[in-house]
């Protein structure tokens, strides 16, 4: 594999291959008694993702594979129930706020 070019920043390593593949390795942070793995802005902005969008983890028992899960139907029913919710909640809300 050719690397055009590398970019080493915090606990990120970036590598551009020579097929125009991205490579990125990074290393997991210590969370309570848990294991995290930050994804920095540009990941995020590339796969057009948030802290809001879930997230399919597989593996094969050797490498994990993270995909966003993006289900349109999923999405519309829960915004209906986030509506209904409001709706009907609307002044607790507004006292919480205030």
């Given at each position: 594999m050719f690397f055009l070019a590398f970019l080493k920043f915090c606990d990120t390593l970036c590598l551009l291959c020579k097929n125009g593949v991205i490579l990125v390795i990074k290393t997991l942070t210590k969370h309570g008694n848990s294991l995290a793995l930050i994804?920095?802005?540009?990941?995020?902005?590339?796969?057009?993702i948030d802290a809001d969008t879930p997230i399919s983890i597989s593996t094969d028992g050797k490498s994990l594979t993270l995909s966003p899960v993006f289900d349109v139907e999923r999405d519309e029913k829960l915004k209906k129930i986030r509506a209904k919710i409001n709706k009907k909640y609307e002044t607790t809300f507004i006292k919480l706020a205030d």
């Open positions: 994804l920095d802005k540009p990941v995020l902005e590339l796969l057009n």
